[in-house]
Every structure is written in C-alpha cells, then in structure tokens.
C-alpha cells in the first residue's frame, strides 16, 4: 500500500516483479545464456515502487531506487548504492492540476544534498507541454524543447542546445500519425556546430492488438540502420525486445519476466519524510 504521506506502508500488498534478462550476442546471434540486469517492483496497477540494478560482470545488485508517491503523483526517486548510502534524488513539483511543473535531481555530496540539474516545464490552455527547459548547475538553461500540437497530437518538437556532448545545437523532430491515430513516421534533423546536417527517419509498426511492434530508423539515404522489435505476451506485456543492425544481426536482446507475489513492503519513508 502506498500512502499519500510518500511512505511505503508495512502490510501484506499484492505486487508484481517484472525482470529483465540480457542475453548473451555471440557471432550476431542471441543465445540462450542470460543474466538479470534490472528487477521492478509494481502495485497491481503498474505503479512502479521500486527498482534494482546488477552490474553486468559481477551480477550482483549494483545500486536501487525507491519510488514514492502523493497524491498518487510521483514526489520522488530515491537511490541507493549496494552498501544503502544515498546517492541522488529526483524531485517532482506540481501545479494545482496536478501537471509537473519542475524536477530537479540532487545529488548527495559531502553528507549534503547539491541540486546537480532540474527541468522546468510549462503547457498551453489544454494541458499540453508547451515547453521543456534543461539546466545544469548555472542560470541558463543548456537545453530549451518546444513543442506543437495539432488536433491534440504533438506534431514537431524543436530543441535549441548550448552545451551538447555530440556538437548538436539544433534538433527537430516532426511526427506524422496515420488514420487510426498511432505514430507513424518520426523525421528527425539535426544541425551541429560545424554548420552540418544529419537526418534519420523512424517508422512505426503495431500489431492486430495496437501494441507497439516494430520501429525501423532509416539514415538521411534511406537505408536502415537499426531495427528495433517488441514481442509481447498473450495476454499483454512486454516479453522480448530486441535489436537488428541492417545486416540483420542482433545487437541486443532482452526478455522480460513477470511474478506476483503478496508480501509485505515493510515501511519506506522518503527522505524527505525522514525526522
């Protein structure tokens, strides 16, 4: 049970483990050698609770994150290393309707808590996201997002950079649905500091149940360079996701496990909470 005081309450809860395993690629082939990479704690209606990652060489638990909650909105994400010392927090701030309005993430230096980042994001009278604004530890943010909808779809999505790992400095990004209302196409450009220009297509697939199915992503002549594929269980959610380079060989692949269990949470305050 979560509460709206952002704990997690001791009682017998019913909750649902989903575990993601990396197969081993040998010769462009995935094989049926695995190891568990992350394990996700959810409620019965998928609200995520809790989180851990294994380091890939050693397969033991490498860092987790707590998930807390008020007012059934997400107030934060709390990690820990595998020795339970705090590394960072991830702070959401709402407005009145409950649209998030901010989120900064802190991180634990020194035994106190520093602001490394935060976003701020603003919307338009409909409640779409109008704006997304990046900032690093200065003033001014290195990343400002805007976006544009049509008919209630968001149909371009522009982000001027100052300060890009990958030189870029401007991206666009224009979405193109088909009839029935799922994405089709993604077109996106990118502008870099040296004055050139570098393109790539994604195209969207779904099958009979309207899930996601494949996504294709064309470079700037049209040829495929990746391939990404979502296979999903009978009676819903995600059982493998993998992907192919356009030699048709595998570059990744991951399947997805789900349990249930009724177990008792124990009690998990937030920081924040904490006395």
């Given at each position: 049970?979560i509460s709206?005081?952002g704990?997690?309450?001791?009682q017998e809860?019913?909750i649902?483990i989903?575990?993601?395993?990396?197969?081993?690629?040998?010769?462009?082939?995935q094989?049926?050698s695995?190891f568990?990479?992350?394990?996700?704690?959810?409620?019965m209606?998928?609200?995520?609770i809790?989180e851990?990652?294994?380091?890939?060489?050693?397969?033991?638990?490498?860092d987790?994150?707590f998930?807390f909650?008020?007012?059934?909105?997400?107030?934060?994400e709390?990690?820990?290393d595998?020795?339970?010392?705090l590394?960072?927090?991830?702070?959401?701030i709402?407005?009145?309707?409950?649209q998030?309005?901010?989120k900064?993430r802190l991180?634990m230096?020194g035994?106190?808590?520093?602001?490394?980042?935060?976003?701020?994001?603003?919307?338009?009278?409909?409640?779409?996201l109008?704006s997304e604004?990046d900032?690093?530890?200065?003033?001014?943010?290195y990343?400002?997002?805007?976006f544009?909808?049509?008919?209630?779809?968001?149909?371009?999505?522009?982000s001027?950079i100052?300060?890009?790992?990958?030189?870029?400095?401007?991206?666009?990004?224009?979405y193109?649905?088909a009839?029935?209302?799922?994405?089709?196409i993604?077109?996106v450009?990118e502008?870099s500091k040296?004055k050139s220009?570098?393109?790539f297509?994604?195209?969207?697939f779904?099958?009979?149940?309207?899930?996601?199915e494949?996504?294709?992503?064309?470079?700037?002549?049209?040829?495929?360079?990746l391939?990404?594929?979502?296979?999903?269980?009978p009676v819903g959610?995600?059982?493998?996701y993998?992907e192919?380079?356009k030699?048709?060989?595998?570059?990744c692949?991951?399947?997805y496990?789900?349990r249930?269990?009724?177990i008792?949470?124990?009690?998990?305050?937030s920081?924040?909470d904490?006395p």
């Amino acid at each position: 049970m979560i509460s709206t005081t952002g704990q997690l309450q001791a009682q017998e809860d019913s909750i649902k483990i989903q575990q993601i395993n990396v197969h081993i690629i040998e010769n462009g082939k995935q094989t049926a050698s695995y190891f568990t990479r992350n394990q996700k704690t959810l409620t019965m209606d998928e609200k995520l609770i809790r989180e851990i990652n294994f380091d890939d060489s050693t397969k033991q638990i490498r860092d987790y994150t707590f998930y807390f909650y008020r007012n059934d909105l997400l107030y934060t994400e709390e990690n820990y290393d595998a020795q339970d010392s705090l590394q960072w927090i991830i702070r959401h701030i709402y407005n009145n309707t409950g649209q998030e309005t901010e989120k900064a993430r802190l991180l634990m230096a020194g035994g106190k808590l520093m602001q490394e980042a935060k976003i701020l994001y603003t919307y338009d009278i409909n409640g779409n996201l109008l704006s997304e604004k990046d900032f690093g530890t200065g003033k001014k943010p290195y990343k400002t997002t805007s976006f544009e909808y049509k008919s209630g779809k968001l149909v371009k999505e522009q982000s001027r950079i100052r300060k890009s790992p990958d030189n870029v400095i401007l991206r666009t990004a224009d979405y193109q649905y088909a009839a029935y209302g799922k994405l089709k196409i993604k077109i996106v450009i990118e502008k870099s500091k040296d004055k050139s220009i570098n393109s790539f297509t994604e195209s969207y697939f779904y099958n009979d149940q309207g899930n996601l199915e494949k996504i294709e992503i064309r470079d700037k002549d049209g040829e495929i360079s990746l391939v990404k594929h979502y296979v999903y269980y009978p009676v819903g959610g995600l059982y493998r996701y993998y992907e192919q380079n356009k030699e048709g060989n595998m570059l990744c692949y991951y399947t997805y496990a789900y349990r249930k269990y009724r177990i008792n949470l124990g009690t998990q305050k937030s920081y924040f909470d904490k006395p």
